[in-house]
């Protein structure tokens, strides 16, 4: 699936798993922006802070689950007022990423975003 952009700071998204031996995720905050993340499968925290390319199981273990993200994006730098964080998921029939943006009203104001996806 191409690159998708969404505006705003909630995507409810699927993501195919296909018959992958591992499925790996990332976060990435971006605008020269500062953030972390929090990542879910169902119920279970699976990481926090950096999520670079983290492998959260085999497609058999995950399909019927739900993975969802909560980052913080903080406006910290000073040529803009944009915050973004782009969400990849790899090794499914696709590999996929979206990036959601929001503008704050404030230097220094923060966004929570979350994402959600169904695994399939």
């Known amino acids: ?22 499925i790996r995720i990332s976060a990435v905050i971006g605008d020269g922006q500062l953030g972390d993340s929090a990542v879910w499968l169902d119920t279970k925290l699976l990481t926090t802070g950096d999520v670079n390319h983290f492998d959260i199981g085999s497609a058999a273990q995950l399909r019927g689950h739900q993975l969802k993200f909560r980052s913080i994006a903080s406006d910290l730098n000073p040529q ?25 009203a404030n230097d220094g104001d923060s966004v929570v975003y979350e994402a959600t996806f169904q695994l399939v």
């Not at 699936?1 to 591992?22: C, E, H, I, K, R």
């Not at 973004?84 to 704050?104: E, I, N, P, R």
């Open 80 to 104: 803009t007022n944009r915050t973004s964080v782009s969400y990849f998921l790899a090794g499914g029939t696709t590999d996929d990423d979206y990036t959601l943006t929001k503008q704050v």
């Open 1 to 22: 699936m191409p690159s998708q952009t969404v505006p705003g700071d909630t995507l409810a998204a699927t993501y195919a798993v296909g018959t992958a031996a591992s």
